[in-house]
T-cell receptor, first 114, second 113 residues
Framework: KAGVTQTPRYLIKTRGQQVTLSCSPI?????VSWYQQTPGQGLQFLFE???????NKGNFPGRFSGRQFSNSRSEMNVSTLELGDSALYLC?????????????FGSGTRLTVV | QQQVKQSPQSLIVQKGGISIINCAYE??????FPWYQQFPGKGPALLIA?????SEKKEGRFTISFNKSAKQFSLHIMDSQPGDSATYFC????????????FGTGTQLKVEL
């Protein structure tokens, strides 16, 4: 069974640009969540999508957005990149609302803003 | 506001020893407490989880102890092995919060021979 696939694995962008990250969840998983991981702030929740609807949103500025497609694949977009957006962006999928099953995380996209 | 506090930040344990990582939470609405293990270059992986209706849960060498009144929970790794060297995160979520997890700051564990 394939795991959570995130593309690209590494990305270097210039301040002010925008970026789109992609996540393909485990087949059959309808919930996709995104997290930002940095050495200083740890793992911070960005947002969660379930059946193409945003169900939850973290405390990030509006420059961070996401969406989910009918096949459960998800994308997140960051506009007007800032140096502080450099981080590992992790996508996690879950079968439904059953928290007992837990998330399965992808290996992440390492974004560097220069 | 940090809702889940984790300690220690780093930990060195001898092979065969017991590794203990502690977490404390503030939000009494939290009702699901998982632990994740992360190796370099990988995403976190679910290790073990507990709900507040039990005080302890054991899976192999990994045990969660939960103290509801103190709002604290801990991970014990028995017979620690070099392969356990990783970063460990505690987390919490609440009913009605979807799958959103609030994570602790992480503990970097090194198991030495």
């Amino acid at each position: 069974k394939a795991g959570v696939t995130q593309t690209p694995r590494y990305l270097i962008k210039t301040r002010g640009q925008q970026v789109t990250l992609s996540c393909s969840p485990i087949s059959g998983h309808r919930s996709v969540s995104w997290y930002q991981q940095t050495p200083g702030q740890g793992l911070q929740f960005l947002f969660e999508y379930f059946s193409e609807t945003q169900r939850n949103k973290g405390n990030f500025p509006g420059r961070f957005s996401g969406r989910q497609f009918s096949n459960s694949r998800s994308e997140m977009n960051v506009s007007t990149l800032e140096l502080g957006d450099s981080a590992l962006y992790l996508c996690a999928s879950s079968a439904a609302t059953n928290r007992a099953g837990g998330y399965t995380f992808g290996s992440g996209t390492r974004l560097t803003v220069v | 506001q940090q809702q889940v506090k984790q300690s220690p930040q780093s930990l060195i344990v001898q092979k065969g020893g017991i590794s203990i990582i502690n977490c404390a939470y503030e939000n009494t609405a939290f009702d699901y407490f998982p632990w994740y293990q992360q190796f370099p270059g990988k995403g976190p992986a679910l290790l073990i989880a507990i709900r507040p209706d039990v005080s302890e849960k054991k899976e192999g060498r990994f045990t969660i102890s939960f103290n509801k009144s103190a709002k604290q929970f801990s991970l014990h790794i028995m017979d620690s092995q070099p392969g356990d060297s990783a970063t460990y995160f505690c987390a919490a979520s609440r009913a009605g919060g979807g799958n959103k997890l609030t994570f602790g700051t992480g503990t970097q564990l090194k198991v030495e021979l």
